[in-house]
């Protein structure tokens, strides 16, 4: 199954797919964490990004479109995939379009203000990119428990240095959040109308939304 996860920064797309590859057997792709790993091994393509990423802006098409196309060649992706953060724009969606034929949009629904709590409190990890969130957030039906490390500052899976992406701080946020709605926020309505998005209402953590996740998948996986 060939899966795109949509939503606005900090709705929870990195953590969502990353539960579900155990689940589905598919990679999950994400061009953020892509491109982290190429600015930690302070790649020439990590070199060319960095300051946009800190920034909160969107790295080229061209750039991003060529390193997605890269990746979703491998042979692990070839009998499906969960994309995370891409495609972020319309020129991104035609380059996708034209790479493959994705199955699902999963639209993921949260409103600011929780988003914005949520970034603030989001750390990962520098080694493995294991998402945590330092948040508990009971307000408006919508019930997150924190997602905290059993050892603090230290990754469950992999025991790396648990850090705030600069690009979470809060100057950056609201700038990316502006992004997410001039340039990305228009995918919904492309993707609707091809009959292929789903939109799902984030109420609680991953306990919750995994499976709620899942039975979205199955209403059209035969
Ligand atoms: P989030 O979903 O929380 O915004 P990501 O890890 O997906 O975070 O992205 C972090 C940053 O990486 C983005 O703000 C942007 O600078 C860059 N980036 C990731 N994916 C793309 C993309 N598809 N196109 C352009 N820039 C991207
Ligand atoms: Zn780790």
């Known amino acids: 199954m060939k899966i795109v996860f949509l939503g606005p920064p900090g709705s929870g797309k990195g953590t969502y797919s990353s539960r579900l590859v ?22 020439a393509l990590g070199k060319k990004v960095k300051e946009i990423i800190d920034a909160g802006k969107l790295v080229p098409d061209e750039v991003t479109a060529e390193m997605l196309k890269e990746r979703i060649e491998k042979p692990d992706a070839k009998k499906g995939f969960i994309l995370d953060g891409f495609p972020r724009t319309m020129s991104q969606v035609e380059a996708l379009d034209k790479l493959t034929k994705i199955d699902i949009v999963i639209n993921l ?29 009971n307000e408006d ?32 946020v609201m ?29 609680g953590g991953p306990d919750i939304m995994v499976p709620n996740i899942i039975k979205v998948l199955e209403t059209i996986s035969s």
């Not at 155990?22 to 790649?43: Q, V, Y």
């Open 175 to 203: 700038s990316r959040l502006d992004v997410y709605k001039k340039q990305t926020a228009p995918l919904i309505e492309y993707y609707r109308g091809k009959n292929l998005l789903k939109d799902v209402p984030v109420v």
């Open 109 to 137: 629904i949260l409103p600011d203000h929780i988003l914005i709590k949520k970034i603030a409190a989001r750390r990962q990890c520098r080694k493995c990119g294991d998402i945590y969130n330092l948040a508990d957030i």
């Open 141 to 172: 039906g919508i019930h997150m428990p924190p997602l905290l490390p059993k050892v603090e500052g230290k990754c469950d899976k992999c025991g790396g240095e648990i850090y705030q992406r600069d690009d979470d701080k809060e100057e950056i």
């Open 22 to 43: 155990p689940k589905l057997g598919i990679p999950h792709i994400s061009t953020g964490d892509l491109f982290r790993e190429n600015i930690k091994n302070e790649t």
